[in-house]
């Protein structure tokens, strides 16, 4: 599906999900080198920037939101920069783009009363709501540690496990999707600058790899959380289960040697000290209670309970 905006003099055609038909129409159109068209139909394996006689041709990838219906983990989002337009494809939806597409359709965000390249500023619109949609969720990540550390030291430690196992793959996803983003911008700077953008190209690019700053910043202390957070849970498991072992083993070291006892008492025998006599069975019974008494006493003194 093809959507188009226009803002002063530049053209934005955004492509969801692109057809042979569509892409072969807007090349045709800005005059785009037909080789490009494959990498518009498929996805790559992972972010670039390419330099072209009269535009740029970059490629992102950001991790996939949940809503997202693609099975993979991440969005890829293609760019054409020229001088007078800007074509994007992706082929999924990015709820990101959508928003920002709203504002351009209104003219409001833009305008900023600088006389700037307006595809330099809807392009980095783009980015910039992006990135912003990323911090987002990494901050809903953070909330989110903080309710499991609060289930962590409630007694919820084996229910954590599988919790904290999630956040670390998101957090993983993250990482890979935008592992490459440091140095597409890299080239992205150097690339505008020297062809055909004005002096206000860096400064937005250095404005965006701030924002991608936040969102690696983010990362990191969110990975940092999990394993501490994954260490400290580890470490509660291990105690609580170490405990249980240690109340199971004292319980059967004081039941072993009441069991053998009464398995001694029922040896068939031509006299035995106890069976018989009267009251025999309440004298065993109080014998076995005292046995475990003095055991659990001891216990108590050496500090085992």
Request: aromatic share 12%; glycine share 2%; proline share 2%.
């Amino acid at each position: 599906m093809i959507s188009r905006y226009r803002y002063k003099d530049t053209v934005w055609v955004d492509i969801t999900q692109p057809t042979d038909e569509e892409v072969a129409k807007v090349f045709d159109e800005f005059h785009i080198q037909p080789s490009i068209a494959n990498e518009f139909l498929t996805p790559s394996i992972k972010s670039r920037v390419e330099l072209h006689r009269s535009y740029i041709y970059l490629i992102l990838h950001f991790p996939a939101h949940k809503n997202s219906r693609d099975v993979d983990t991440r969005q890829e989002v293609d760019f054409i920069i020229g001088r007078n337009f800007l074509i994007t494809a992706r082929y999924d939806t990015v709820e990101a783009i959508d928003k920002f597409a709203k504002v351009v359709e209104v003219n409001s965000i833009l305008d900023r009363g600088i006389e700037e390249n307006c595809t330099a500023l809807i392009f980095f619109g783009i980015l910039q709501e992006i990135y912003q949609s990323l911090i987002n969720e990494l901050e809903y990540t953070e909330s989110l540690l903080g309710n499991i550390e609060k289930a962590i030291f409630s007694g919820k430690e084996k229910d954590m496990v599988l919790a904290l196992s999630e956040v670390s793959r998101n957090l993983l996803n993250f990482k890979k999707a935008t592992d490459f983003h440091g140095e597409a911008l890299d080239s992205l700077d150097m690339f505008g600058k020297k062809i055909f953008f004005d002096e206000h190209f860096s400064y937005h690019v250095q404005r965006i790899k701030n924002e991608y700053s936040k969102v690696v910043h983010l990362m990191r202390n969110n990975s940092d959380s999990v394993s501490e957070l994954r260490e400290t849970n580890n470490a509660l498991l291990s105690t609580k289960q170490n405990e249980i072992m240690k109340v199971l083993t004292i319980v059967t070291f004081i039941v072993s040697p009441l069991a053998l006892a009464a398995a001694i008492l029922q040896i068939n025998t031509t006299t035995n000290p106890i069976v018989g006599k009267p009251n025999d069975f309440w004298i065993i019974v109080g014998f076995m209670a005292l046995a475990s008494l003095i055991m659990y006493a001891v216990f108590r003194f050496k500090k085992w309970l």
